[in-house]
């Protein structure tokens, strides 16, 4: 039985107020901050996180959920080595977020209608039973919406049960925990199960509703990482 521990609510990153914007995005013509994490925050967020995730939850397998998922699965993977133990595999699945804008059918924006992009590699698993009993982080970036990790788990328990069904029923149902860098403190769209948040789910940092600017989105890194060294507001 693994131990369980409390949903994590350290402070924001820095204390930064809401910028308006006029004329930008919407009529409302208001805009939330921006944050700049860099790659090294990124690497001690993950070193955070990790000696609590590999004490309690000792996970076997990573599903990374693209594209925020894959570099803090990958740095992850590092820190959760146990010595003279194999490297823990990390799989990937791909979804898109949409849902309808306005009346007009056909336009979408992010929002609550998900889309498989990619699922997870059988080649490489070799069959679905291979993950009946196993204990699985599930990795991405941001908890916003939650509307994605909320579709990730409701399919991937979905799938891994239909397996565990197939071979009889009686073997141990896998468990899923959840990591993200950023946890968005707001009013979640999507639902996750009470046990998991209270016990498999591990955010390294609890932020305001901010907009979150990761180094791998970057196109100028040089001029990320001065922002999120000055902590500067865009």
């Known amino acids: 039985m693994f131990l369980p521990f409390p949903l994590p609510t350290p402070p924001p990153l820095s204390a930064r107020r809401s910028v308006s914007l ?14 700049y994490v860099s790659y090294n925050e990124v690497h001690k967020l993950c070193q955070k996180s990790a000696d609590r995730l590999l004490a309690e939850f000792q996970p076997q397998l990573m599903i990374a959920i693209g594209g925020g998922g894959f570099i803090p699965a990958r740095i992850l993977r590092s820190f959760l080595k146990k ?29 609550t209608k998900i889309t498989r992009t ?28 939650r509307t994605t990790l909320e579709y990730a788990v409701r399919e991937l328990e979905k799938d ?12 141990p149902k896998t468990e899923f925990c959840i990591f993200v860098l950023h946890n968005k403190d707001k009013p979640k769209k999507g639902v996750l199960p009470r046990d998991m948040l209270a016990t498999r789910y591990e955010a390294a940092v609890t932020t305001g509703d901010t907009w979150i600017n990761y180094p791998w989105e970057a196109l100028d890194i040089d001029e990320h990482d001065r922002n999120a060294a000055l902590g500067k507001q865009a």
């Open 83 to 111: 010595p003279g133990s194999p490297n823990i595999p990390i799989q990937a699945i791909g979804l898109s977020l949409y849902e309808s804008l306005g009346e007009n059918e056909g336009v979408e924006q992010i929002g």
């Open 160 to 171: 891994v049960e239909a397996a565990r069904q197939r071979m009889g029923g009686d073997q």
């Open 118 to 145: 990619q699922w997870l590699d059988l080649t490489a698993l070799g069959q679905m039973e291979n993950l009946v009993g196993k204990r699985i982080l599930i990795v991405d970036e941001v908890d916003d919406t």
């Open 22 to 35: 006029p004329g930008f995005c919407d009529e409302t013509a208001t805009m939330t901050e921006k944050i």
